[in-house]
C-alpha cells in the first residue's frame, strides 16, 4: 500500500512539474518578443501608389512589392467604404465585434476545438486577425518563421492592448485594409478593383456578401462560385438575424445579378444560380502597373521618381498620391492628333507640349498610335534637330550685335575636312549668291547663310550655347555643321525646353513632370522646384520668336506661302520652326503660342531614310498639320494672344530679301537705337566682338577660279580696315579674295 502511495505521489509531483514546465513554456512564447503597440503606430503598409493628373484624375496605378511579389492594396478610410460591406464583412468574421474586448470567449472556445483538429484559424476575432496581419507578420518576418502556437498565444494578449488603445472604428478601418482577399489584392480596396472593378464606396449589399464570404479562404472560394453562392445565402440571412439589414434587403441583394470578374453566371427570377462557369481567373490579378492614360507620360514619371525618392517609397512602401503636370485635356488633344496620320513608312513619332514659363510637361505621346512599348520617343530619341536648330544659330548672332535686317551671303560653300571636302548647300540645291537678310534666310531655311553666320560669330560660341541648351554635339567639324543641324543631338522633350527659351524671358527651363507626391497620410514628402537657366537676354529672346512668327507667317517674294503656313491657327498667334535632317531621316516642327511650347517629330527607329509615296518627305508637310490639330484643340476657349514684349524693342520696316529700310517691307522688332541704323545695302553683319580675320573657307565649283575668301573687319564709317581703337559698333565684316585684303588699307 505504502508503494501505491508513493508512486501516486511521485505521479502528482511529476504532473505538478509537467503543469509548472508547460505552463512556463507558454509564459515564455507568450512573452518573447511580444511586439510592442508603438510599432503599429509606426507601420508602414505597403500599397497602391496612384499617379494623377494635375487636376485631381487618377490615371495609373503602379502596385507595391511585398516578399518579393506585386501587391494591390490602397489605404482607404472607412468612410470610403460602402456601409453593406462593412455590414456584411462583421457579420461574416466577427459578430461579436462591438461587443468583446479583443477576445471572443465564444469564438475562442470554438477555435480551440479547430486548433485540437489543426485548423488554426478558428476563433480568430476582427481584431486579432489584425494583429496577426500586421505584427506578428513583422515579427514571423524579422525571425524568418513563427509557429503556429507560438502565434495563437501572442494574438490574445496584443487583441486586449488594441482595444484598449484604439476604438472599434479604427481597429475596423485598419482590418479591412490588411486582409488578404486572394491574389495580389490585400485589402478591401484591391479586392473591389479585383473582382468588381469599382472602388469600395461602390459596393453593393450583394457584392459586399460575396467578398465577405470569401476572406476565410479568398483563393479556393473564388474558383468555386456555387459554394461561395450557398455561403452567401447563409451570411445574408445571418445579417437579417443580426438586424444588419431587412429581409427585404436581403432577398434583393439575393436576386441581384451578381457576376465576379471571371465568371460568367446565369440565375432564374428568384436569384438561384442556374449555370457559373470560370472563364478567365487571372482577370482578378491586379497589374502591377494599371495605366489607363498617357502610358509614356506615366513611365517617365515612374523612372523620375526612382532617381529623386528611391525605389524604397515608390516600390516597397507605395501608397503615395502622385500628382503629375499632365493636363487631361491637352493630352487627349494630343492623342487625337497623332490617330490615323499619314506617315512616312515605318514612321514612329513623339509629342511633347510644355508651359514654358514652369516647363511643367502638359502633354506626351512616345509613339504611333497601336505601336506602343518601353521606349519612349519623347525622353529617350535622341535625334538630329535639323533646320529647328537655326533660331540657335541666329540667337547667337542676335546676341553679338546683329539685327534681323543683316545681310549674310547666300553662296556655294566648301570645307576641307579630314574626312574629305564638305559642300554644304541648301535644301533644294538652288542659291541666289547675294546677300540676303537673315530674316529672308531663316524665312527660307537657307543652310549657307547660317553656316555662314556661325563661322562669322565664332563655333565654339555656338557650341557653348547649344550644350547650354540641351543638345548633344558630336565631332570637331560637326560644331560647323551644328548650324544647320548637323553632328547635334536632341530629344523632343529637350527641343520643347530650349525652345520655351524664346517665350519665357530668355531661359532654358528643366522639364518638370511631377508637382508633389504625398504619402498615404496626405504629407507632401516630394515637391520639386523649378529649375531655370538663363541662356538668352529677353531683348534677345523675343527678337527669336519675332524670327519665329516670321517662319510661319512670312511670305518672301517670289513665294505664295511660308514654310510652315500649315502650322497657322485663326485667332492665335504661333511661331515655330520646321527642321528635316539629311536625307529626311528626322521630320520636325517646334513651335509655341500663349502659355504652349511643343514639338513633334517623326522618324524610323533604325535610323534610316524615310520616304512617303516613293519620296523623300518634307517637315514642312508633315510635321506642321499635327501640332496645329493638337494645339487648336488642347486650347480650344483657352486665352490667345501674343507672349507679352520685353521693354527696349521698337518696330522697323525693311525689305525682306535686301535688308534695306522698305516702308512696304516686312516689320520686325530691333533693339532700340539700331533700328535707325539699318542701312541699305549692307553686306555685313555688325559684330560685338571682332574676331581676328579667319580662313573662310573656298567657293564651290561654280566660281570658276576656286578662289580662297577671307573675312575682314572694316571701320562702317571710312570703309577701311578696322583697328583696334574702332568701336565695335562700327564694325563691319566682309568677305574678299584672298590677296584683295590690302585694297582696304587706307593711308
Same mark, same amino acid.
Given at each position: 500500500?505504502?508503494?501505491?502511495?508513493?508512486?501516486?505521489?511521485?505521479?502528482?509531483?511529476?504532473?505538478?512539474?509537467?503543469?509548472?514546465?508547460?505552463?512556463?513554456?507558454?509564459?515564455?512564447?507568450?512573452?518573447? @518578443?511580444?511586439?510592442?503597440?508603438?510599432?503599429?503606430?509606426?507601420?508602414?503598409?505597403?500599397?497602391?501608389?496612384?499617379?494623377?493628373?494635375?487636376?485631381?484624375?487618377?490615371?495609373?496605378?503602379?502596385?507595391?512589392?511585398?516578399?518579393?511579389?506585386?501587391?494591390?492594396?490602397?489605404?482607404? /478610410?472607412?468612410?470610403?467604404?460602402?456601409?453593406?460591406?462593412?455590414?456584411?464583412?462583421?457579420?461574416?468574421?466577427? $459578430?461579436?465585434?462591438?461587443?468583446?474586448?479583443?477576445?471572443?470567449?465564444?469564438?475562442?472556445?470554438?477555435?480551440?476545438?479547430?486548433?485540437?483538429?489543426?485548423?488554426?484559424?478558428?476563433?480568430?476575432?476582427?481584431?486579432?486577425?489584425?494583429?496577426?496581419?500586421?505584427?506578428?507578420?513583422?515579427?514571423?518576418?524579422?525571425? /524568418?518563421?513563427?509557429?503556429?502556437?507560438?502565434?495563437?498565444?501572442?494574438?490574445?494578449?496584443?487583441?486586449?492592448?488594441?482595444?484598449?488603445?484604439?476604438?472599434?472604428?479604427?481597429?475596423?478601418?485598419?482590418?479591412?485594409?490588411?486582409?488578404?482577399?486572394?491574389?495580389?489584392? $490585400?485589402?478591401?480596396?484591391?479586392?473591389?478593383?479585383?473582382?468588381?472593378?469599382? @472602388?469600395?464606396?461602390?459596393?453593393?449589399?450583394?457584392?459586399?456578401?460575396?467578398?465577405?464570404?470569401?476572406?476565410?479562404?479568398?483563393?479556393?472560394?473564388?474558383?468555386?462560385?456555387?459554394?461561395?453562392?450557398?455561403?452567401?445565402?447563409?451570411?445574408?440571412? &445571418?445579417?437579417?438575424?443580426?438586424?444588419?439589414?431587412?429581409?427585404?434587403?436581403?432577398?434583393?441583394?439575393?436576386?441581384?445579378? !451578381?457576376?465576379?470578374?471571371?465568371?460568367?453566371?446565369?440565375?432564374?427570377?428568384?436569384?438561384?444560380?442556374?449555370?457559373?462557369?470560370?472563364?478567365?481567373?487571372?482577370? /482578378?490579378?491586379?497589374?502591377?502597373?494599371?495605366?489607363?492614360?498617357?502610358?509614356?507620360?506615366?513611365?517617365?514619371?515612374?523612372?523620375?521618381? /526612382?532617381?529623386?525618392?528611391?525605389?524604397? =517609397?515608390?516600390?516597397?512602401?507605395?501608397?503615395?498620391?502622385?500628382?503629375?503636370?499632365? @493636363?487631361?485635356?491637352?493630352?487627349?488633344?494630343?492623342?487625337?492628333?497623332?490617330?490615323?496620320?499619314?506617315?512616312?513608312?515605318?514612321?514612329?513619332?513623339?509629342?511633347?507640349?510644355?508651359?514654358?514659363?514652369?516647363?511643367?510637361?502638359?502633354?506626351?505621346?512616345?509613339?504611333?498610335?497601336?505601336?506602343?512599348?518601353? %521606349? &519612349?520617343?519623347?525622353?529617350?530619341?535622341?535625334?538630329?534637330?535639323?533646320?529647328?536648330? =537655326?533660331?540657335?544659330?541666329?540667337?547667337?548672332?542676335?546676341?553679338?550685335?546683329?539685327?534681323?535686317?543683316?545681310?549674310?551671303?547666300?553662296?556655294?560653300?566648301?570645307?576641307?575636312?579630314?574626312?574629305?571636302?564638305?559642300?554644304?548647300?541648301? %535644301?533644294?540645291?538652288?542659291?541666289?549668291?547675294?546677300?540676303?537678310?537673315?530674316?529672308?534666310?531663316?524665312?527660307?531655311?537657307?543652310?549657307?547663310?547660317?553656316?555662314?553666320?556661325?563661322?562669322?560669330?565664332?563655333? $565654339?560660341?555656338?557650341?557653348?550655347?547649344?550644350?547650354?541648351?540641351?543638345?548633344?554635339?558630336?565631332?570637331?567639324?560637326?560644331?560647323?555643321?551644328?548650324?544647320?543641324?548637323?553632328?547635334?543631338?536632341?530629344?523632343?522633350?529637350?527641343?520643347?525646353?530650349?525652345?520655351?527659351?524664346?517665350?519665357?524671358?530668355?531661359?532654358?527651363?528643366?522639364?518638370? !513632370?511631377?508637382?508633389?507626391?504625398?504619402?498615404?497620410?496626405?504629407?507632401?514628402?516630394?515637391?520639386?522646384?523649378?529649375?531655370?537657366?538663363?541662356?538668352?537676354?529677353?531683348?534677345?529672346?523675343?527678337?527669336?520668336?519675332?524670327?519665329? =512668327?516670321?517662319?510661319?507667317?512670312?511670305?518672301?517674294?517670289?513665294?505664295?506661302?511660308?514654310?510652315?503656313?500649315?502650322?497657322?491657327?485663326?485667332?492665335?498667334?504661333?511661331?515655330?520652326?520646321?527642321?528635316? #535632317?539629311?536625307?529626311?531621316?528626322?521630320?520636325?516642327?517646334?513651335?509655341?503660342?500663349?502659355?504652349?511650347?511643343?514639338?513633334?517629330?517623326?522618324?524610323?527607329?533604325?535610323?534610316?531614310?524615310?520616304?512617303?509615296?516613293?519620296?523623300?518627305?518634307? #517637315?514642312?508637310?508633315?510635321?506642321?498639320?499635327?501640332?496645329?490639330?493638337?494645339?487648336?484643340?488642347?486650347?480650344?476657349?483657352?486665352?490667345?494672344?501674343? %507672349?507679352?514684349?520685353?521693354?527696349?524693342?521698337?518696330?522697323?520696316?525693311?525689305? !525682306?530679301?535686301?535688308?534695306?529700310?522698305?516702308?512696304?517691307?516686312?516689320?520686325?522688332? %530691333?533693339?532700340?537705337?539700331?533700328?535707325?541704323?539699318?542701312?541699305?545695302?549692307?553686306?555685313?553683319?555688325?559684330?560685338?566682338?571682332?574676331?581676328?580675320?579667319?580662313?573662310?573657307?573656298?567657293?564651290?565649283?561654280?566660281?570658276?577660279?576656286?578662289?580662297?575668301?577671307?573675312?575682314?573687319? !572694316?571701320?562702317?564709317?571710312?570703309?577701311?580696315?578696322?583697328?583696334?581703337?574702332?568701336?565695335?559698333?562700327?564694325?563691319?565684316?566682309?568677305?574678299?579674295?584672298?590677296?584683295?585684303?590690302? @585694297?582696304?588699307?587706307?593711308?
Amino acid at each position: 500500500m505504502r508503494g501505491l502511495f508513493r508512486i501516486l505521489r511521485v505521479a502528482l509531483l511529476a504532473a505538478f512539474v509537467g503543469a509548472a514546465a508547460g505552463g512556463g513554456y507558454v509564459v515564455w512564447l507568450l512573452l518573447r @518578443d511580444l511586439p510592442s503597440l508603438e510599432a503599429l503606430d509606426n507601420l508602414r503598409f505597403t500599397a497602391t501608389s496612384t499617379f494623377y493628373t494635375r487636376d485631381g484624375v487618377p490615371i495609373a496605378d503602379l502596385a507595391s512589392v511585398e516578399d518579393g511579389r506585386a501587391i494591390a492594396r490602397q489605404l482607404v /478610410r472607412l468612410s470610403d467604404v460602402s456601409p453593406a460591406a462593412i455590414a456584411a464583412v462583421v457579420v461574416s468574421e466577427d $459578430q461579436r465585434f462591438f461587443r468583446h474586448y479583443g477576445v471572443d470567449p465564444v469564438r475562442l472556445l470554438g477555435g480551440l476545438y479547430y486548433t485540437l483538429r489543426g485548423d488554426l484559424q478558428g476563433g480568430s476575432t476582427i481584431t486579432t486577425q489584425v494583429v496577426k496581419n500586421t505584427l506578428l507578420r513583422e515579427l514571423a518576418l524579422e525571425r /524568418r518563421g513563427i509557429s503556429g502556437l507560438e502565434r495563437k498565444l501572442k494574438e490574445f494578449p496584443l487583441a486586449i492592448q488594441i482595444e484598449r488603445r484604439y476604438s472599434k472604428e479604427e481597429i475596423l478601418e485598419l482590418y479591412l485594409n490588411v486582409v488578404p482577399w486572394g491574389g495580389n489584392a $490585400q485589402g478591401i480596396w484591391a479586392a473591389a478593383q479585383a473582382y468588381f472593378g469599382k @472602388d469600395p464606396s461602390e459596393l453593393n449589399l450583394a457584392e459586399g456578401a460575396y467578398l465577405a464570404t470569401l476572406i476565410p479562404a479568398p483563393n479556393t472560394r473564388y474558383l468555386d462560385y456555387p459554394a461561395t453562392r450557398r455561403r452567401m445565402r447563409v451570411l445574408l440571412n &445571418n445579417m437579417v438575424a443580426e438586424g444588419w439589414v431587412s429581409p427585404a434587403e436581403a432577398e434583393a441583394a439575393w436576386r441581384y445579378r !451578381l457576376v465576379p470578374r471571371g465568371w460568367e453566371v446565369s440565375y432564374d427570377d428568384e436569384g438561384n444560380l442556374k449555370e457559373a462557369r470560370l472563364v478567365d481567373p487571372s482577370v /482578378r490579378v491586379i497589374p502591377e502597373r494599371n495605366v489607363r492614360l498617357a502610358p509614356y507620360f506615366v513611365y517617365e514619371v515612374q523612372r523620375y521618381l /526612382r532617381e529623386k525618392i528611391g525605389v524604397d =517609397k515608390l516600390r516597397n512602401q507605395g501608397g503615395l498620391r502622385i500628382v503629375t503636370t499632365l @493636363d487631361l485635356r491637352m493630352q487627349a488633344a494630343a492623342e487625337k492628333a497623332v490617330a490615323g496620320r499619314r506617315l512616312p513608312d515605318q514612321a514612329q513619332l513623339a509629342l511633347v507640349a510644355l508651359e514654358p514659363n514652369s516647363g511643367e510637361v502638359l502633354a506626351m505621346v512616345g509613339a504611333r498610335p497601336g505601336t506602343e512599348g518601353e %521606349f &519612349n520617343r519623347a525622353t529617350q530619341a535622341w535625334r538630329s534637330p535639323g533646320s529647328a536648330i =537655326k533660331p540657335f544659330t541666329y540667337g547667337v548672332a542676335l546676341e553679338a550685335g546683329w539685327t534681323q535686317a543683316t545681310t549674310v551671303l547666300d553662296a556655294p560653300v566648301e570645307y576641307r575636312t579630314p574626312r574629305g571636302v564638305w559642300r554644304p548647300k541648301n %535644301f533644294d540645291g538652288k542659291y541666289l549668291d547675294r546677300p540676303v537678310s537673315i530674316r529672308y534666310a531663316f524665312d527660307r531655311s537657307l543652310n549657307l547663310p547660317a553656316i555662314r553666320t556661325a563661322e562669322a560669330i565664332g563655333i $565654339q560660341r555656338l557650341g557653348d550655347k547649344l550644350r547650354a541648351a540641351g543638345f548633344r554635339l558630336t565631332g570637331n567639324m560637326a560644331v560647323l555643321a551644328n548650324a544647320i543641324g548637323g553632328g547635334a543631338e536632341i530629344t523632343p522633350m529637350g527641343l520643347a525646353a530650349a525652345y520655351a527659351s524664346f517665350v519665357n524671358g530668355g531661359y532654358w527651363v528643366e522639364p518638370r !513632370l511631377v508637382l508633389r507626391v504625398e504619402d498615404a497620410e496626405g504629407r507632401v514628402i516630394y515637391q520639386p522646384e523649378t529649375r531655370k537657366v538663363q541662356l538668352w537676354t529677353p531683348q534677345v529672346a523675343y527678337q527669336i520668336w519675332d524670327m519665329l =512668327k516670321g517662319y510661319v507667317y512670312d511670305i518672301p517674294p517670289g513665294f505664295r506661302s511660308s514654310l510652315a503656313w500649315q502650322a497657322q491657327i485663326p485667332g492665335r498667334v504661333v511661331g515655330g520652326k520646321t527642321g528635316t #535632317s539629311d536625307e529626311a531621316i528626322d521630320l520636325w516642327f517646334a513651335g509655341a503660342t500663349r502659355g504652349l511650347v511643343a514639338t513633334v517629330w517623326v522618324g524610323r527607329d533604325d535610323h534610316k531614310p524615310q520616304r512617303m509615296g516613293g519620296v523623300e518627305p518634307s #517637315s514642312s508637310v508633315v510635321n506642321p498639320p499635327i501640332w496645329r490639330d493638337f494645339v487648336e484643340e488642347a486650347l480650344r476657349g483657352r486665352p490667345a494672344g501674343d %507672349f507679352p514684349q520685353p521693354p527696349g524693342l521698337v518696330a522697323a520696316s525693311f525689305d !525682306l530679301l535686301t535688308g534695306n529700310p522698305s516702308s512696304s517691307g516686312v516689320v520686325a522688332l %530691333f533693339p532700340a537705337g539700331q533700328a535707325e541704323r539699318v542701312q541699305a545695302q549692307s553686306p555685313a553683319a555688325v559684330l560685338r566682338e571682332a574676331p581676328p580675320p579667319t580662313y573662310v573657307g573656298r567657293l564651290g565649283p561654280t566660281v570658276a577660279d576656286a578662289a580662297v575668301y577671307q573675312s575682314l573687319a !572694316l571701320d562702317r564709317a571710312t570703309g577701311c580696315l578696322a583697328g583696334p581703337e574702332v568701336p565695335t559698333h562700327r564694325l563691319v565684316w566682309v568677305q574678299v579674295p584672298e590677296g584683295r585684303a590690302s @585694297d582696304y588699307r587706307c593711308r
